[in-house]
Nanobody, 125 residues
Framework: QVQLVESGGGVVQAGDSLRLSCAAS?????????MGWFRRSPGKERDFVAG????????KLADPVQGRFTISRDNAKNTVYLEMNSLKPDDTAIYYCAAGRRMIVDTSAQEYDYWGQGTQVTVSS
């Protein structure tokens, strides 16, 4: 069993920054899991935002967040981060952390095995 707990969401203005954290725990969690961030805006599907493999040497960012978001992880703390800069109203969504057994970054939510409850990010104009 794996537990993922997101934190760091909030209400900010356009142009501001936020850092989301996802703490992983549980007897089944492995540092070798690929970690991802997804988001769901009202009325939309859950979209891939960013992903990182176990050693951090491969990351992937969705086109809408390229150049503004950064994903990183600290395996000693079993925590993955999403640094979000130059936030836009379109970034408003619930952000979910996910963990997957495949050792590559998948952009499909179906490839991830464990999910957190999500944290709300609201960006006002």
């Amino acid at each position: 069993q794996v537990q993922l707990v997101e934190s760091g969401g909030g209400v900010v203005q356009a142009g501001d920054s936020l850092r989301l954290s996802c703490a992983a725990s549980g007897p089944s969690f492995s540092r070798y899991y690929t970690m991802g961030w997804f988001r769901r805006s009202p009325g939309k599907e859950r979209d891939f935002v960013a992903g990182i493999i176990w050693n951090g040497l491969s990351t992937k960012l969705a086109d809408p967040v390229q150049g503004r978001f950064t994903i990183s992880r600290d395996n000693a703390k079993n925590t993955v981060y999403l640094e979000m800069n130059s936030l836009k109203p379109d970034d408003t969504a619930i952000y979910y952390c996910a963990a997957g057994r495949r050792m590559i970054v998948d952009t499909s939510a179906q490839e991830y095995d464990y999910w957190g409850q999500g944290t709300q990010v609201t960006v006002s104009s």
